[in-house]
């Protein structure tokens, strides 16, 4: 299976340029933003012009691609791309009536305007692509990676999703009853079970390769499923893990991606009930926010984790671990239907 190497991740907690999670930075009117850098390597011009959503992402990207300068592809995942310069488009269509609109906005908010921005910035021709399947859009992005691996053994790819929040979306998730009206700290989270939970924005970026030295860690195994069912949910992490783990083994941590909302919590319950109280819950939504491709935030998270100690700011819901995490479980789950796991390994 593939290997992480180099990992970034620009998020609402102290991930970038350095990794600081001794304390975990408060929320804000029940929105969990980014910690945005200065983005030296984006030239002031063309900062100027990106969306968030991309700007995030070319800014994760270039560290990356001063390494490793002549991916073999690009991946991205994302859940709405550009949203927030979709509306303005929008809303420029309606202002002139259509007729002369400013094409900057319609440009940044495709999809594909952060895989294709990276693509112009390094000149790069290779394979390029965008996955955008909302709540399994990352594990999609993974799933394309093995693949490729497969198919070309001595390549290297740079893997990575973005997302913002935007107004528009973030007001009608929140009239859907997603996020939460009533005031709430991402740290007091899972203090009350309640609808809905807060909302959160990030990009992360790694390169990927079929080579172990100097790994970051390992990507065992990526599987998703959709349904409503939880029983099916334990089914199939069950024959995920058979497949995957040496006979009787287990995972050293599982990382969950509950989030506060009561209506997900059976879900969450289910996979957690299979484990003995000896492997620990985690939990990391109260750091990033609920968003479509949180669960980078949780692989990035896990790669910090496999390669130290676990942050004492992590929410551990058992035991803390009694010894040295090698094997984490990552288990997201998007508003009870999109269901993703991801089994990651450290480095021996």
């Known amino acids: 299976m593939p290997y992480f190497h180099q990992s970034i991740c620009i998020s609402p907690q102290n991930s970038f ?7 975990i930075r408060q929320s804000g009117n029940n929105l969990l933003l980014v910690i945005e850098p200065a983005y030296p390597g984006i030239p002031a011009g063309a900062r100027r012009r990106m969306g968030k959503s991309v700007r995030m992402a070319v800014g994760a990207a270039l560290p990356l691609l001063e390494k490793h300068p002549h991916p073999d592809g690009i991946i991205i995942a994302t859940a709405n791309g550009g949203m927030e310069d979709c509306i303005k488009f929008l809303n420029q269509i309606l202002e002139y009536n259509e007729g002369l609109l400013t094409p900057g906005n319609f440009v940044q908010s495709t999809s594909n305007a952060a895989a294709a921005q990276i693509a112009l910035v390094t000149k790069n021709h290779n394979y390029n692509t965008t996955h955008v399947h909302r709540g399994t859009a990352f594990e999609n992005a993974l799933m ?3 693949m490729l691996l497969k198919e070309n053994p001595d390549a290297g790819y740079l893997l990575g999703c973005t997302d913002e929040i935007s107004e528009y979306n973030y007001n009608i998730d929140r009239l859907a009853g997603w996020f939460r009206d009533e005031p709430v700290l991402n740290t007091e989270l899972f203090q009350r079970s309640e609808k809905g939970t807060i909302a959160g924005e990030g990009a992360f970026m790694v390169w990927l390769n079929n080579q172990r030295l100097n790994a970051q860690a390992e990507l065992n195994a990526v599987k998703t499923i959709h349904t409503i ?3 099916l ?10 497949e995957n783990l040496p006979s009787g083994e287990s995972p050293d941590l599982i990382l969950t991606g509950e989030n506060g909302d009561e209506r997900l919590i059976s879900y969450y319950e289910a996979v957690e009930s299979v484990f003995d109280e000896s492997i620990p819950v985690a939990r990391f939504k109260d750091l990033c926010g609920e968003y479509c491709t949180a669960s980078s935030f949780a692989v990035w998270l896990s790669i910090q984790i496999l390669q130290g100690s676990v942050p004492a700011s992590l929410i551990i819901k058992k035991n803390p671990p009694q010894k040295p995490v090698h094997r984490i479980l ?11 796991f991801v089994l990651i390994e450290g480095m021996i």
């Open 17 to 23: 340029p350095e990794a600081d999670l001794s304390e």
């Open 144 to 146: 394309d990676v093995v």
């Open 229 to 231: 069912d939880p029983s």
């Open 233 to 242: 949910v334990v089914h199939s992490m069950k024959q995920f893990l058979l």
């Open 330 to 340: 990552v288990y997201n789950n998007y508003r009870g239907a999109q269901h993703g």
